[in-house]
């Protein structure tokens, strides 16, 4: 009997030992849960105000930003010959106008339009009359001068190429 005595209180410090690690770790896990859920929480709505814009526009002093609409600036009419290899005379008139996104990149943009033109004319002069045909070719001509124009111009912003009038002879 003094055997089972002596296993029956070793088998009593043990449960007594775990229970006592067992609080040790209940206790910790209240402690990383009142760290962890918040922090996370805050993640989670940190990145959201992130992405809509809210946090970027409450970093930068909470100062308004005038959003104005799009501002146009006109192309002078152009007039250059297509290529064409029968040797006829093939011409194609553009009148565009440029959409920008702010006033300032207007003022750029006027002061950088002898490039522009350069850009428009070079591009139309290697062009067949047949590239310009029909909605697609007027969607293709647009598409390359836009990307043209953003090059020529950068960092301002173009928008868009708007033609006022394309005739093709």
Not at 41 to 70: C, D, M, Q, R, Y
Not at 155 to 166: D, G, Q
């Amino acid at each position: 009997m003094v055997k089972f005595s002596v296993n029956s209180k070793s088998t009593r410090d043990d449960s007594t030992e775990e229970a006592a690690n067992s609080t040790v770790a209940l206790q910790k896990r209240p402690a990383l849960l009142l760290l962890g859920v918040p922090g996370a929480a805050l993640l989670f709505v940190g990145g959201g105000l992130w992405i809509s814009g809210i946090l970027p526009h409450l970093l930068n002093g909470g100062k308004a930003t005038i959003l104005s609409g799009p501002v146009f600036v006109k192309i002078p009419e152009i007039v250059a010959n297509l290529n064409v290899s029968s040797g006829q005379d093939s011409y194609a008139k553009l009148d565009a106008t440029l959409e920008l996104s702010n006033n300032a990149s207007a003022a750029q943009v006027r002061r950088d339009m002898p490039r522009i033109i350069d850009v428009f004319q070079t591009y139309l002069r290697a062009m067949h009359p047949s590239e310009l045909r029909g909605a697609s070719g007027t969607y293709r001509l647009r598409e390359a001068l836009i990307d043209r124009v953003r090059i020529a111009v950068a960092p301002n912003v173009i928008r868009n190429v708007l033609f006022e009038e394309l005739i093709v002879q």
